[in-house]
């Protein structure tokens, strides 16, 4: 069956960095588009970044562009995030997504959990002072 598991998050302070990894199987990776979706405490699903099936592509929401990379290594089964110059909000719960499509889209900031047809189960980011 599909698995997706992420990891890698954690507590640090506002300026740091972090890179969450998600390990993917039971399903043909290389050929699906993924995401990294977050969701803070009270709020909604908001959407983060997407990357195309052979990583060529990737889009990102405006808060976090020039912030994060999303990558993906299709012979490991995993996508990551490099999350740089951290902030307080971007505590969240992280979670990575498969899109239902090879191609990524550049999504709005707010996303349905039935835009995706597989998540994790999410990791924890913590940005503190």
């Known amino acids: 069956q599909v698995q997706l598991v992420e990891s890698g998050g954690g507590e640090v302070q506002p300026g740091g960095s972090l890179t969450l990894s998600c390990a993917a199987s039971?399903?043909?990776?290389?050929?699906?588009?993924m995401s990294w979706v977050r969701q803070a405490p009270g709020k909604g699903f908001e959407w983060v970044s997407e990357?195309?099936?052979?990583?060529?592509?990737?889009y990102y929401e405006d808060s976090v562009k020039g912030r994060f990379t999303i990558s993906r290594d299709n012979a490991k089964n995993t996508l990551y995030l490099q999350m740089n110059s951290l902030k307080q909000e971007d505590t969240a719960l992280y979670y990575c997504?498969?899109?239902?499509?090879?191609?990524?889209?550049?999504?709005?900031?707010?996303?349905?959990?039935?835009?995706?047809?597989?998540w994790g189960q999410g990791t924890q980011v913590t940005v503190s002072s």
């Open positions: 997504a498969k899109a239902p499509r090879p191609f990524a889209q550049q999504r709005g900031r707010v996303v349905a959990y039935s835009d995706y047809d597989y």
């Open positions: 990357i195309n099936s052979g990583g060529g592509i990737t």
């Open positions: 039971g399903f043909y990776f290389s050929s699906y588009a």
